[in-house]
Structure formats: C-alpha cells, structure tokens
C-alpha cells in the first residue's frame, strides 16, 4: 500500500515556510505499514493542482493533500478537487453548524457569508469533521485512488490525520508491517563507522535496509524491515542489533529517536541522583537549551551562565581578569576556570564549560576560527580538550554541544563499570 | 526560468527528519528570480531517482538534489545520475587533494579508500567545489535541463548554494525579477481581513499576487510581482502596500520580509548601540542560543542566567527566597524580578525573563501546563505579560521565545518613531 503526500502552496515553494506537515503524516502513516512513495510540493495553481492529479491518479492507493482551503480567494483546492471529480459543491448542514458555533460561540462574532462557505463540499466526499478548525476534511475515492484533502494549518491537519484518517485507513485496508529500528553512535564519522561494518552489513538479509543518517559528531544507524510477519521481522531486526553491539558497542550510545544523547544522558544522571550546570560561551546556551527540551531535565540540571561578554565571565562567573587576560579568553585555562566556577556557583556534581571561536571572523581573541576549549568538571577533577571543528559557524557550535554532551556521558558511564 | 528540487533519503519518507534543505535552496533561487516549480521527496532507490530524473527531463531548466552522496553503500546519488548520462567515474584530483587533506589535517587520521572515492565524479560533471565537506557538489547538462547534486548535510547544501550555485546561476542565465513583501498583521482572523480588504485585493494588477498565510492570532499577507522591470515592480508593490495600510493600518504591526526576528533585532540593537541579556527559566537557553547563532551576536547579547533550578533563582540572580515562595516561581513578580536582576548583574540596556510550566507535566509549581510570564526590562520601566501557549513543551518554548524576542522589538521599534 502506497501514497504520495501533496503540499499545496506557495508560500512553501518560496522558502518562506518549511513544510513540516508532510513529515508528520508520513510519520503517521509509515507506523501502520502504509508506504511513502513520494512528497510533492506544489503551487497554489488550479492547473498545477489538476496536473498533479491526474498523474498520481492510479500512481497511488492514497493521496494526502494539504493547504489551500481557507476561506479566501487564494485558497483553491476544494473548488478544484470539484472540478477534477465533476462534482459540484454542496452545503453540508453539520459542517455548517460547527462553523457557526465556532465562529460565534468561540470568537464570539457573528458567521459571516464566507465563514459559512467552509461548509460547502463536493457532494460526493466523505466528509471528515474537523473539530478544532473550520475547514473540513474530505475523502474521495476516484478509480483506485482515494484523495484526501486537508486543512494546512497545522494542529487541525493533525487533529483529522490521528482522529479520521489513520482509523479510517487502519479500517479499510490490509496493510504489511514495518518495522523501523535507530541506532545511535557518537564521535566517529559516517565512513569510519561503515568500515567497522562493512561485513556485518553485507550479511543482512534481503528484506532489512541500513541507512546512514549523519550529523555533526554522531551517525545514526537505521534498520528497516517489511513484511508480513510481524514477529518474524522484530526478531531479524533484533539479531542484527545484538550483533552490531558486538562489533561497535564502544560508539553506541543509544537506541530509536527518542534515544538522543540528551535524553540518555538525562536517564543516567537521574538514576545516579546527580546534577549538571553549564557555562557557556561559543555554545551561546545551546547545551542548556537541548538538555532543557528534555521534561524532566529539572531533576538534574540547575542551569546554565551564558557568558558571551568576556566581562560576564569575570563579573557574574568570577574569573579573575589577569587570567583571562595572560591566556586569552580561547584558552584551556579560561575553559577550566568556567567549569570549577560555575560547579560552585551552582553547585553540582558535574560542569561543562565551553569557550572557542565559532566564526566567520576572528573577533578580538587570536584564536583560529573552530578552535574550541571544553572543559568538564567531575566530582574529582577537570578535563579540558581542545579541538578545531573547522567551519561554518553553525556546525561548531553544534559539533561542541554534541562533543560536550558526550565527554560527560563517557565520564559518568567510566564510572559505572 | 524554472526550477524543481529534489531530495533524496528515506528518511525523509518515513518522517524521521524534516527536510529543511529544500526551503532553503527555494529561497535562495527565489531571491534572484528563479521560480520553484516544484519540490519533490523521493526514496533512495535507483529506479525512483531515474524515473523522477526522465519526468524533469526539459519540464524545467534547473534540478537540484540533495542527498544521498555520502560514502556508504545506501548513498547511490551519484551512480544513478552517471547511469542517467551514460558516463562514468572518474578521479577529481582538486577534490581527492582537499578530501585527503581535510581527514588528514582535521580529523587526524589517515583517509580510507571509501573516503577517497568522495573525489570519483562523473566525467562530463562540472565539479562545484565543497570546502567545508568531502562531497563534491555537481553540475552536469542534458538537453535543456541542468541537473545539480548537493550533499543533504545542510552546512554543506548551503555552502554550495551560496559560493558556487547561484554565482553561477546569476552569470549563464537570464531571470526576471521576482519581487515579494509581506505584512504582517496581528489578532484579526483570515475572514475577517479578507473581507476588510476586499475591494483592495479585486483591484490588484494582474502580475501582483496576493496571498494569506494564518497563524494563530496572526495573518501575513504576501504580495507578489514578477516582470522583467524591477523598478516598476517595486514601485506598483510600494503603491498597493501604501494603499492597504490606509484600510487596515490599525493591525499592521510589521513589514516582515525574510529576515528572522533574532536577525532584525541583531541590526536594531547594533544600530542602536544597546546591549541585551536574558534570564531563562521555562525556555532553558533558547532565546540566548537563538540570539547567538547569529553571527556578530557579541556586539550586543552579554550573555544569560538560565535559572532552572528555583535555587539558581535565589543563588545567582539574588531572587529573595521570600518572594519567591510568597508568589509561586511561576508569577509575575518572579519574571520581573528576574528581568530586573540579570539586566543588572550584565549592565545591560534591555534584559528579557521567563519562567513558566512548559509540561508535560506540572511539577511542583502549580501553574497550569502552557502558563507563562515574560518580563521586558528596559532603560526605563518593566513590562510583565502573562501567556497561555498550551501543549506540547516543544511549542510551549518556541512560542515563549518568539514572543519575548518580539516583545523587545516592539518596544525598540516604538522609541524609535
């Protein structure tokens, strides 16, 4: 079972917005057995749209169209999805008292003409409520293709995606399994991990897919199986990862998508009752803010002195300014003073302090350009590490978050063998 | 002049990761008059890619593709494409240089076979050079379309687009102008604007495009021109905007183009000589690594507390434990005390605060999950608002920051006239 997932708009096809609605149904549909064969992102065109049509026509079992149904003159998609069906639109009388009730109860004014049109419909669809919008879904069935149209914004195409679609698809069709199964390694690069691999990788089955998915510092690792056997499949997978653990088990630091290092890291410090702060200065709070985008993080993490202005290191972290000034403010000296001090400000088992130049320019310090000083401060020493993570600024500041993140990790797992 | 991008993963099928790479390359083409026809997802399979390449074949002038040009067996971007042009691969010495030298030098290790194939190309590709990667972006023509492969590794994709793409695209291809301002509206619905402006929007010339892009408690209007006659473009643009201010002037709050809120703010502070810090609660960093992924952020952010812990309320920021305990850490007096403490542990001009209950769930503060309080500390006064931005904790903190960068815009923007 196939579908290709339509994104009208063109507010999409200029860059200004990212279309992060296609990936949540994708996501959606992928959990029950129901292939993504491609997304397209169109204009808000009614050749294009009808073009668009006719091509995944019979292409695709399902069509997942989203955007374009507002109430104004650039919203098209219902208008043309009629024309396309040779279909005309109709009121739907449910439809119509939910807009009205919306309208006025909610927003407290009266309906007016072009609220109530949200209530016309192509007399043939199968209308899907949308209970926290006013554009309704709709589903139509053309040939052996069925098209599904969708609001745009975002928590009502949500809302009909997990309420309508998915038990209505569930209901309707017979679908295989896939099952998809994410493994985590950090500090080697994408071509070192596939050599360590190489012939554990030549060995899978037919019906298990690896895919490399790299990002600054970490590799994740994805297997994917398809088939009909649902336990068959879990087994497979399960083997394989039992056997990858034993030849790269020492880069491995977690499993699945949730599994960031972020999210294990808080695992552990929350089963060994221990308590991180962070003093940032390349980083600009990033390492707070990913480590705080975890619930929970209050359980171990106190906080975080981001301390961009030289000035702030000496006045609010009370490094002393001659230090600062004899190594610079890019030293292993400055990262280590951030570290005790903010463990003591803070007063945590643990500390991470970071210092570097993130670029484009060179600035006041004479460090070069992705020259980095992290420092880690544990309940009985402080480590520092230099490293160049090059250019652009983007990727330095996260290669120093991810490789922050990781020398704790390390420190504390040292710890627990 | 047209053209479609095309990305490449699985990983983008299955909803893993959002694809990010394809808004960017849209803007960028955009800015210079290329129009996007389309943007398409496909999976990584040799078959998918061929056929997709033969339906682009002379539909548009350009294709771009990212992805799938790493070294591992499920990168098969670049084989695909030889297979397309009956070509071969051959070694890129320039690229075989660089990438020997970036493991060598950078990574410190010896580079493998796998790393040095990076530098195989098609014969017929014109090589776009990858200083920041080992992958080698390409350009290679067939009949009346261009095809361009980029790594999916976003720093990568950009570095490419910007120093090599559209310098090139500029130089060997003629483009209309493409001209395009938005407004931005604030606590009107859709309906409502669009019936406000009505008349305006019927008497818009034929080459200006109108569209509406709702977000909650906001509406943007994007208006659209394209012509070979810039000046007339913006002129025509600049007349109907002047127009539509004097019939909704009363919920026009900005002219937003593509510029972030983080980078209009950057410019206002650098241009105004005013400093910023910020003391984070609920948003755990996000506003400070937000305002410092900026390039030139040291000009003008001194720095943050991020006060997670209610302690580090009392122990850094000097909060009275009383007060604290007397109004709940999630309380108007807390953000202002909080803004009023860090704008003067850093002496700074302005100073933004948040605490709040980002969910999931309510941990021992008794505001309700979603309620937040911002405070704006500026030379003169304090402002507290209170909010309720809801589920998930995701949106909880981007809506805090959002609305706490947008807070002290406002009030820049207000001295300013």
């Known amino acids: 079972m196939k579908a290709t997932i339509v994104t009208i708009g063109d507010e999409i096809l200029i860059g200004q917005i990212v279309d992060t609605n296609s990936g949540f149904i994708a996501k959606s549909l992928d959990r029950i057995g129901v292939e993504i064969h491609e997304m397209i992102s169109i204009s808000d065109s009614k050749q294009h749209i009808l073009d668009t049509l006719a091509q995944l026509q019979n292409q695709v079992d399902l069509v997942i169209i989203t955007g374009g149904l507002g109430p104004t003159k650039d919203d098209i998609t219902k208008k043309t999805l009629c024309e396309y069906f040779g279909d005309t639109l109709v009121v739907n009388k449910d439809v119509e008292a ?15 003409q072009m609220n109530k049109d949200q209530a016309l419909v192509p007399s043939q669809c199968t209308v899907l409520h949308n209970k926290v919008g006013t554009a309704p879904g709709m589903w139509m069935k053309k040939e052996n293709t069925v098209f599904i149209s969708l609001p745009g914004v975002p928590y009502e195409m949500k809302y009909l995606v997990e309420n309508e679609i998915i038990p209505k698809v569930i209901k309707e069709y017979k679908r295989p399994y896939i099952i998809h199964k994410t493994i985590l390694t950090y500090g080697q690069g994408e071509s070192l991990v596939a050599e360590r691999i190489e012939n554990w990788e030549n060995n899978l089955p037919e019906f298990i897919k690896l895919a490399y998915l790299p990002s600054p510092g970490k590799v994740r690792l994805r297997l994917s199986a398809r088939g009909t056997d649902k336990e068959f499949l879990e087994k ?24 960031t290092i972020e999210v294990v890291l808080g695992r552990l410090l929350t089963q060994q009752k221990k308590t991180l702060a962070t003093a940032e200065s390349c980083t600009g709070g990033k390492i707070a803010q990913v480590l705080t ?4 993080a209050s359980n171990y993490f106190k906080g975080s002195v981001v301390s961009y202005a030289t000035e702030t290191k000496i006045s609010v972290l009370g490094l002393s300014e001659a230090l600062v000034k004899e190594h610079s403010v890019v030293s292993a000296q400055v990262a280590k003073e951030m570290a005790i001090a903010i463990k003591r400000l803070m007063k945590t088992d643990y500390a991470i302090a970071t210092t570097g130049n993130a670029g484009p320019s060179k600035g006041d310090e004479n460090a070069e350009i992705g020259t980095v000083f992290i420092a880690l401060a544990t309940p009985n020493e402080v480590i520092v590490e230099e490293f160049n993570f090059g250019q652009p600024r983007e990727k330095v500041i996260d290669r120093t978050v991810n490789k922050g993140l990781e020398m704790l990790q390390k420190e504390i797992l040292k710890n627990l063998l």
Chains 1, 2 share one sequence.
């Not at 807009?99 to 109860?105: A, H, P, T």
């Not at 985008?293 to 929970?296: E, H, L, R």
Request: avoid cysteine.
């Open 236 to 259: 497979k997978i399960e083997e394989n990862v039992i056997s990858l653990t034993k030849i790269i088990g020492d880069i491995i630091v977690g499993f699945e998508d949730s599994d």
């Open 98 to 112: 939910h807009v009205i009730d919306l309208i006025e109860r909610v927003m407290n004014r009266p309906a007016s």
């Open 293 to 296: 985008a975890v619930a929970g």
